[in-house]
């Protein structure tokens, strides 16, 4: 009999009455994943195309006729894991009259056919340091003032395998500067 005392406050049937439930948390989450994939859509882009030049390669930026790549070395290293990482090194003149803050490039893997096997579209690093190992830096952290030589690193984590281990073509796309 105690059991149906106690049960008495559950409205006498045994029941809790059931809480109306607000919809208000749903759309407030709803707006906030609404705001965040917008600004990820907006910021992440950053202006950029993802595959300029199509499936080709894009035209040069006009003013990387000022900017000469020379001394290019490649070489390889692979890691404990088994994956090679291809490394591109080389130096970069800037004989024009901008102070260059910002170089974007394009790189083309040709196969034996001299065909197109991979384009790799990336920004151009200059190395800061050498010791204890190459560590590379954005050209904005430091611009390259005219008349200025700079060395300059590009790290691709896969080359296709029909690559022909020939040099790539090495393309300035974008330049920023003043």
């Not at 005392?5 to 989450?29: M, N, V």
């Amino acid at each position: 009999m105690a059991l149906n005392q106690q049960s008495g406050f559950l409205g006498g049937s045994g029941k809790a009455a059931a809480e109306p439930r607000s919809l208000a948390p749903w759309i407030i989450a709803g707006v906030v994943v609404l705001v965040a994939l917008g600004a990820l859509m907006f910021f992440g882009h950053n202006g950029s195309k993802v595959n300029p030049g199509g499936a080709g390669l894009a035209p040069p930026d006009p003013y990387a006729a000022q900017l000469v790549l020379s001394d290019m070395k490649m070489s390889e290293s692979s890691s404990m894991a088994g994956t090679k990482v291809t490394y591109l090194d080389g130096r970069i003149a800037n004989h024009g009259d901008k102070t260059v803050s910002g170089i974007t490039v394009q790189v083309a893997f040709r196969d034996f056919t001299k065909q197109l096997a991979q384009k790799e579209t990336t920004p151009l690093n200059l190395i800061r340091t050498h010791e204890p190992y190459v560590d590379t830096q954005s050209v904005s952290a430091n611009p390259i003032k005219p008349g200025e030589t700079r060395e300059f690193r590009l790290i691709f984590d896969h080359v296709a395998d029909s690559w022909n281990q020939e040099y790539p073509e090495v393309r300035v796309i974008e330049v920023t500067g003043r």
